[in-house]
């Protein structure tokens, strides 16, 4: 699904015009995006969880120079889902 998609299934269920439920899912965007990149979690009860995740620097083999590089530590997005996101996706 596309944030376009998106935008169209909730005006149509709200009855909202599309232009202010696509500013709105861009500004809700934006928010978690800020947040997190500030270290903060977002939390979104019934949903999930949006937060950085720490990778630690690791050893990686280039197989074209056949040389051992090191791949740098990073803070990367991570997505944890609540149980009843987990248990819906999992009822199939």
């Given at each position: 699904?596309?944030?376009e998609e998106i935008v169209k299934e909730v005006a149509g269920a709200t009855g909202v015009d599309?232009?202010?439920v696509a500013a709105i899912v861009e500004s809700f965007m934006e928010s978690v995006r800020k947040s997190v990149?500030?270290?903060e979690p977002v939390f979104l009860r019934g949903f999930g969880t949006f937060s950085l995740k720490h990778?630690?620097?690791k050893p990686a083999r280039n197989i074209t120079a056949?040389?051992?590089i090191l791949i740098?530590?990073?803070e990367v997005p991570h997505f944890k889902p609540c149980e009843r996101f987990k248990s819906d996706v999992n009822k199939g």
């Open positions: 699904m596309t944030k599309r232009k202010e990149s500030a270290g990778r630690a620097a056949q040389k051992t740098p530590e990073k």
